[in-house]
């Protein structure tokens, strides 16, 4: 694999060293490989680890197979994928609710299989949602790009945002949880909040609008990112989301009414700073029903 780039002009002069360490993320163990291999070019030329290179330079970086080995899965059907933005080295698409993110088996067809089939070639995945939810997932193109997408989503520098349909009337603007989250042990499939041996988890909401059938849209943003984490704590306090099968039983709306509404980030390779938002006609359809 080689890839080509033209470092943007907002990028500050550094040495290669510390572009490909800490402006690209590349792992210590891939960077090992382009410093002996010498597979890094700065305007077609070998270049030592301390040389500076500046705005406007054409990096090309160069993978051996053996270093990034593809990883075969099979292919889904390319008519489900519902593309947002693709270029070179990542894809986001808007997922369906009822779709998995990835398989649990190797054979299993998920929306991973789709994209894949989509795009022409093996594609990774960043982040997942639940099958119910709907909304926007990032996938990576190549192992190149991934552990630079999985770092910025551990430095929280990947930014989502939710839209959720709630039970009851929120009169709080803006509501912060930081209750604990464990599994619950009657019910594998569920999460609850568990003060005394969960894990720390922090969910911001804001209230988007209220209904007069007292229900609200509401906007939740995830510092942390905990399994069924906005469900868990909408549900503990009491605004469970409508159509949620696991916390919100006795709600008879047809879908989980949660969507990956927004997703914003720095684009590691030129800087870009992009944000793409999507909704889905399920879920905007259930919207008008039950507001």
Known sequence: ????????????????????????????????????????????????????????????????????????????????????????HLVIVNKPE????????????????????????????VHRLDMETSGLVLFAKNPFILPILNRLLEKKEISREYWALVDGNINDKELVFKDKIGR???????????????????????????????????????????THQIRVHLSHHNFPILGDPLYNSKSKTSRLMLHAFRLSFTHPLTLENLSFTALSDTFEKELKKNG
């Not at 406007?56 to 292919?75: A, R, S």
């Not at 909040?193 to 609200?216: C, I, M, P, W």
């Open 184 to 226: 619950d042990r009657h019910d594998r499939r569920k999460r609850i909040v568990d003060t005394k041996n969960g894990q720390y988890a922090e969910t911001h909401v804001s209230r988007l609008k209220q209904f007069s059938n007292k229900t609200s849209l509401v906007r939740c943003k995830l510092k942390t990112g905990r």
């Open 98 to 125: 009822g779709m998995k993110t990835h398989g649990n088996q190797p054979n299993e067809i998920a929306l991973l299989n789709h994209v894949s089939a989509y795009v022409g070639q093996t594609c990774y995945v």
């Open 1 to 88: 694999m080689k890839f080509t780039f033209t470092l943007p002009d907002s990028l500050p002069q550094m040495t290669v060293k510390q572009l490909l360490e800490e402006q690209l993320l590349i792992p210590r163990k891939i960077r090992h490989f382009l410093r002996i291999k010498k597979h890094i070019l700065i305007n077609q030329r070998e270049v030592r680890w301390n040389e500076m290179v500046n705005p406007g330079d054409i990096c090309q970086l160069t993978f051996d197979k053996e270093d990034y080995p593809e990883k075969e899965i099979p292919w889904g059907n390319p008519n489900l994928v519902q593309e947002v933005y693709q270029d070179q």
